[in-house]
């Protein structure tokens, strides 16, 4: 099921994401030119480009919230980040329709193949600044529509069917990427998060007691069972 990560961004991050996004001359261009046969058919949206000075500095801004963030981490296990791409709904180019993202992409960026286990969407528009626009996630668990606080993020399966509604009102802004993790398996990395969860709390709770040591080696047993480097 989808993880909401609060306050990815600091707000100066956010502010300097949302200036080189809304600055008069970013090379936005047609969304297809990225996409992939079945998403071509569904995807009307506009995407900065990728080898623009901009992309290079949202980019780096982006990675380095990713990679200080501890529940992104304990969530996703990263091995590999696919290059944070950055879009924008609004006007005519307004919506993206049910679609599944490829199973396997190569960034430009780094010249790497990213399996795509977890997706990443990270919101940079306010709730209030447009209407629609929010992100269906489908799965076994159901469907949820998510619209978030500008500077929080979600995680939610790569697997999963998902659109975004069109907007009708305003632009919506977002950086979205993908990651491969360590462990393959969703339920795996999904027993190991709650497990992970759930020390964290019992230490709040009562320090570092036997039985959180004695978890905690389970936890990190199973990581090494079930975990590829």
Not at 123 to 129: N, Q, R, T
Request: some cysteine.
């Amino acid at each position: 099921m989808p993880i909401h990560l609060k306050q990815l961004l600091t707000p100066d991050e956010l502010a300097q994401a949302r200036a080189l996004l809304q600055a008069g001359d970013a090379p936005w261009i047609d969304g297809r030119r990225s996409a992939g046969e079945q998403a071509l058919r569904q995807k009307n949206n506009l995407q900065l480009a990728q080898d623009s000075p901009a992309a290079t500095a949202l980019r780096a801004l982006v990675l380095a919230a990713v990679q200080r963030d501890a529940l992104l981490f304990s969530a996703a296990l990263p091995k590999k980040i696919f290059n944070p791409l950055f879009n924008r709904y609004g006007d005519q180019a307004n919506h993206y329709g049910a679609h599944v993202d490829g199973a396997v992409l190569h960034s430009r960026a780094t010249q790497q193949w990213v399996r795509t286990d977890v997706s990443c969407t990270v919101f940079l528009s306010a709730p209030d600044e447009y209407d629609g626009g929010e992100l269906v996630v489908q799965d076994t668990w159901g469907e949820q529509a998510i619209k978030l606080p500008a500077g929080d993020a979600v995680l939610y399966p790569g697997t999963s069917v998902h659109e975004v509604r069109p907007v009708t009102r305003g632009t919506r802004l977002a950086s979205f990427f993908w990651i491969e993790s360590m462990v393959r398996g969703s339920e795996q990395r999904r027993l190991l998060f709650d497990m992970d969860m759930a020390l964290l709390a019992l230490r709040q709770r009562h320090g570092e007691s036997e039985e959180a040591t004695r978890l905690a080696g389970t936890y990190h047993n199973l990581l090494r069972l079930w975990a590829d480097t």
